[in-house]
């Protein structure tokens, strides 16, 4: 390898409460089991170090809800990470006081992404959440305070019951916090949850409405200064790159380490998943074993379609070099009739209606 990977992924799977639309992997309470985990995760990455760079560009500590965490656990393992650039961690709204947002700005954390998802009451009663509005507001305000200056908001629209005026006011309430950065999301009922089974018939009843959603919200976020840079992703322009440059690692293709529970790695011409058994994964690391894991190859006609299909996501023109084998000349005829691409040279890249409909573009590209 040259280098090492880059980009460090870091899951930390406990929550107060498992939301009824999560599949992620995650694990309710268990507050006895938090150092030990965090002595695991960190076994883990000693383990694989040889395969990350001496200094990565990026980390990313996602969960689960990694500010349920017990703080001195949280802590430790933010002080034994490798410097970056760009540390981020997600937080959930009721968890950020103003004594957690110290102690993430000293750990040398440089971004938090608050999961809102809506500010009204109602539709996060809809969605299990715990965080009402005023949660989300003073979590913004404890994180200015302890002189954040990265902030990112999740929003999540199509939720059942959720009117057109619901989300104009959602995009409203947010953009009244000015975060440098929002993600929006359409809601999506994975199978198996109990929101599927709660919701299912009426997310597909209003699935119809929903291209009209996402158009309002490019829209309204497009209109108010931000960069539509990723299909579900803006940021500020005030003179500094304020996108998730770790995200982008994943958008662009880049090898990246994943530890913890669950999570996935990609490194040159492999990929694997760590069990999300947590007893299991617990007893191999204390043991001074690598966890459980399903491994796949990634051979080079995997990395072209998952290079286009990730690359056409992002605002900028996607280079071709390398990627044509795994695109369907017809296809993109087609599509570029439509209006739906411009192909140059060298580049393609999707117009701003090709953006909207994304992956179905995106499918018919593909060989």
């Known amino acids: ?32 089991q938090h150092a030990a985990y965090v002595d695991a995760v960190l076994r883990e990455l000693e383990l694989e170090c040889r395969l990350l760079a001496s200094r990565p560009e990026t980390i990313f500590v996602g969960g689960g809800t990694p500010t349920f965490t017990a703080l001195p656990e949280l802590v ?7 410097p970056a650039s760009e540390v981020t961690v997600e937080a959930n709204p009721e968890t950020v006081t103003a004594e957690l947002a110290r102690a993430l700005r000293d750990a040398g954390v440089t971004r938090v992404s608050l999961g809102a998802q809506t500010f009204r009451p109602e539709l ?39 009117s057109p005026a619901d989300l104009e006011a959602d995009l ?42 996402f158009e309002r919200v490019v829209a309204v976020l497009t209109g108010a200064g931000y960069r539509w840079y990723e299909t579900a992703n803006f940021c ?50 204390a043991h001074g074993r690598r966890p459980e894991r399903e491994h796949e190859v990634v051979d080079d006609g995997v990395k072209a379609r998952e290079r286009v299909m990730l690359g056409l996501r992002l605002d900028e023109p996607l280079p071709l070099g390398g990627l044509r084998g795994a695109l369907d000349a017809a296809g993109l005829a087609r599509v570029a009739q439509l209006g739906l691409a411009e192909e140059s040279a060298d580049t393609l890249t999707l117009t701003e209606r090709g953006r909207y409909l994304g992956g179905a573009v995106t499918a018919e590209l593909l060989a």
């Not at 990977?5 to 309710?28: K, Q, S």
């Not at 996060?124 to 913004?140: F, I, K, M, S, Y």
């Not at 995200?247 to 090898?255: E, I, K």
């Open 1 to 32: 390898m040259s280098g090492g990977a880059r980009h460090l992924y870091v899951h930390l799977p406990f929550c107060a409460h498992r939301c009824g639309y999560c599949d992620f992997v995650t694990v309710v309470g268990r507050a006895g």
């Open 76 to 82: 430790r393992l933010l002080d034994a990470l490798p």
């Open 124 to 162: 996060l009663g809809v969605l299990e959440r715990a965080a009402g509005p005023d949660d989300v507001r003073r979590a913004v305000h404890h994180l200015r305070d302890a002189c954040f200056d990265n902030i990112s908001l999740d929003l999540v629209y199509g939720i059942p019951g959720q």
């Open 172 to 213: 409203g309430d947010a953009l009244a916090l000015a975060p440098e950065h929002l993600s929006c999301y359409e809601l999506e009922a994975k199978p198996g949850t109990r929101f599927t089974h709660a919701w299912g018939d009426e997310l597909r009843r209003q699935a119809d409405a929903m291209e009209g959603y």
């Open 236 to 285: 500020r322009s005030e003179g500094r790159d304020l996108r998730s440059r770790h995200n982008l690692a994943y958008w662009l293709g880049r090898d990246y380490l994943g530890i913890g529970i669950g999570a996935v790695s990609t490194i040159e011409n492999g990929r694997w998943r760590n069990s999300p058994r947590l007893g299991r994964y617990l007893d191999a690391l």
